[in-house]
């Protein structure tokens, strides 16, 4: 089943800013928009937020989401080295009726 | 609070099959549907189906249909997946997860499944 596309990684410097980005089409990420989940080495993932929702309660305010057609966006501002982990959005495809992710985006921070 | 606590780390021969569970506690187990995701070493998360605990229907894969089936015990507030006729591919962490409106919301803690003659 076809997956939403990510980049596989993203490096940026110690308080700098980084946006990370998941395309799919109109029966997934342009129907019902994309969450974003956080996944740590060694640790399952960790549900941050979704495209079109405001930022749920204990969600640092350094990350923020949001979503323009097939494209659902992660930005994640003053890099900090506890956000070095593995970013992956996820959807509902309509036409599959499946849950389809990303490959996920590794962020390092230098 | 929300808790998903998945059975332990299996072991199984090519060609058999493995069944695994996840105890919701915290929140109505009926009210969410149930994903069930694996992560193959190094890779990435792969969907492989959800399962409806109030009525009992299900949604998988493509990949999977015909290996998989997920159902629940509502009495224990439990699902559980088996995947049958293993192979070395399947060696894997699979989670469940907690189907909320916007996404896959709480998730197991994982458990490592290891196809291996």
């Known amino acids: 089943q076809a997956g939403l596309a990510q980049p596989p990684s993203v490096s940026k410097g110690l308080r700098q800013t980084a946006t990370l980005t998941c395309t799919g089409n109109?029966?997934?990420?342009?129907?019902?928009?994309a969450a974003w989940l956080q996944q740590h080495q060694g640790h399952p993932p960790k549900f941050l937020s979704h495209?079109?929702?405001s930022r749920p309660s204990g969600m640092s305010e350094r990350f923020s989401t949001s979503r323009s057609g097939n494209t659902a966006s992660l930005t994640i501002t003053g890099l900090q080295p506890e956000d070095e982990a593995d970013y992956y959005c996820?959807?509902?495809?309509?036409?599959?009726?499946?849950?389809?992710f990303g490959g996920g985006t590794k962020v390092t921070v230098l | 609070q929300v808790q998903l606590v998945q059975s332990g780390a299996e072991v199984k021969k090519p060609g058999a099959s493995v069944k695994v569970s996840c105890k919701a506690s915290?929140?109505?187990?009926?009210?969410?549907?149930m994903h069930w995701v694996r992560q193959a070493p190094g890779q990435g998360l792969e969907w492989m189906g959800r399962?409806?605990?109030?009525?009992?229907?299900?949604n998988y894969a493509r990949k999977f249909q015909g290996r998989v089936t997920m159902t629940r015990d509502t009495s224990i507030n439990t699902a559980f997946m088996e995947l049958s006729r293993l192979r070395s591919d399947d060696t894997a962490i699979y989670y469940c997860?907690?189907?909320?409106?916007?996404?896959?919301?709480?998730w197991g803690q994982g458990l490592q499944v290891t196809v291996s003659s």
């Open positions: 997860a907690r189907g909320a409106p916007a996404g896959p919301d709480y």
């Open positions: 495209s079109d929702n």
């Open positions: 996820s959807a509902w495809d309509s036409s599959l009726s499946a849950r389809v």
């Open positions: 109109s029966n997934n990420v342009g129907n019902q928009g």
């Open positions: 399962i409806n605990p109030n009525s009992g229907g299900t």
């Open positions: 915290g929140y109505t187990f009926t009210g969410y549907y």
